[in-house]
């Protein structure tokens, strides 16, 4: 009885967290650590979709930057977003804005973005401020 009395707190415990946003953030911290998968995300990801108007330095200074209004954001002073909206910004875009969604769905189809890719792209863009 007291297994299954654990079982339901943590069942419990991971619904509020995820009705929450909260996991995204841990996932994210995670994928931070390994190099190797960031630096495939940066060329698959990054370059493809998003270096055009953020630029390669994630200065929001890229050659389809211009005219935009709001402009992409400069990454390399920081961002007061935290994981979870950025992810979310990621796959479904950032409303009054050109930032359009990655999400399966959103993205033409076969340039979707998949959640993993868009949690590694935080930490890309994490990376920029240093």
């Avoid at 654990?6 to 996991?23: D, E, H, R, Y």
């Avoid at 979709?49 to 920081?78: F, L, R």
């Avoid at 409303?95 to 959640?115: C, F, I, L, R, Y």
Wanted: with cysteine; net charge positive.
């Amino acid at each position: 009885m007291k297994r299954v009395k654990k079982s339901i707190n943590i069942a419990a415990a991971v619904a509020v967290a995820l009705s929450m946003g909260l996991t995204t953030g841990i996932a994210v911290a995670a994928d931070c650590d390994d190099e190797d998968a960031l630096k495939t995300v940066m060329k698959k990801e990054y370059k493809k979709k998003c270096k055009k108007c953020h630029g390669s330095k994630g200065n929001g200074k890229g050659p389809g930057a211009k005219g935009m209004d709001p402009a992409p954001p400069d990454w390399t002073a920081g961002t007061e977003s935290d994981d979870a909206k950025l992810v979310k910004i990621i796959m479904e875009g950032s409303p009054d804005t050109e930032m359009k969604g990655w999400a399966e769905g959103t993205a033409k189809k076969g340039k979707h973005v998949s959640q993993d890719a868009a949690e590694s792209l935080v930490c890309i863009i994490r990376n920029f401020q240093k």
